[in-house]
């Protein structure tokens, strides 16, 4: 079953802009985590937040979470051509004992140069 | 390059035929996991490992048999598939799979194998 859902569900900007990208989900969670995704590849982790954290940086990445909305934002600043991906979080519940993540529908952006 | 290896990278099968899908992993990870991803949709979970024994199966059909031989190697193995099930299928790894209490490493996955079922 899907916990989170990105919004939007497409995003094109210029490279340079900064990109925003949102993910609320339904259950109380452990760690929310955002994963980036290249056509035909597997996903890469990019950060991870703690639902105790509020905002986390890494590099260009800056994510934060707001636990009383049940949402999240990842910013990716000054962005690049190379940013073009698809973007999902993946929220780890409480309650399940075994690491189970759930993805949201992901955001597909395209930066162009 | 990614640290998790799956292989072959495409496969074509038939309706009848019995193929499997392996995945490596050398990071001393003791969670492993499969993940069907159909197009423009996001990755779901079918199986996960822990501590080479099954731990999740979400209601995953009988013609997908997962085995984890050891804890560096995770296959799946297939028959019978119908044209719905090709997908990209992805494997995953992470330290462990954690508990409420305990911080949850990230998972690390292959680049998939995408499988085409005629």
């Known amino acids: 079953s899907q916990q989170g859902e990105e919004d939007p569900q497409a995003l094109s900007i210029q490279e340079g802009e900064n990109a925003t990208m949102n993910c609320s989900y339904k259950t109380s969670i452990n760690n929310l985590q955002w994963y980036r995704q290249n056509s035909g590849r597997g996903l890469v982790h990019l950060i991870l937040?703690?639902?105790?954290?509020r905002e986390k940086h890494s590099g260009r990445l800056r994510v934060t979470l707001d636990t009383s909305k049940k949402s999240s934002s990842l910013l990716i600043t000054a962005s690049r051509a190379a940013d073009t991906a698809s973007y999902f979080c993946a929220t780890k519940n409480y309650g399940g004992s075994q690491g189970n993540l759930i993805f949201g529908k992901g955001t597909k952006l395209s930066v162009k140069p | 390059d990614t640290e998790v290896t799956q292989t072959p990278k495409h496969l074509v099968m038939g309706m009848t035929n019995k193929k499997s899908l392996k995945c490596e992993q050398h990071m001393g990870h003791r969670a492993m996991y499969w993940y069907k991803q159909k197009a423009k949709k996001p990755p779901e979970l079918m199986f996960v490992?822990?501590?080479?024994?099954?731990?999740i199966n979400e209601s995953v059909p009988s013609r997908f048999s997962p085995e984890c031989p050891n804890s560096s190697l995770l296959n799946l193995h297939l028959h019978a598939l119908q044209p719905e099930d090709s997908a990209l299928y992805l494997c995953a790894s992470s330290q462990d799979t954690g508990s409420d209490r305990v911080y949850n490493s990230p998972l690390h996955f292959g680049n998939g194998t995408r499988l085409t079922v005629t």
């Open positions: 937040i703690r639902s105790n954290e």
């Open positions: 490992y822990s501590y080479e024994k099954l731990s």
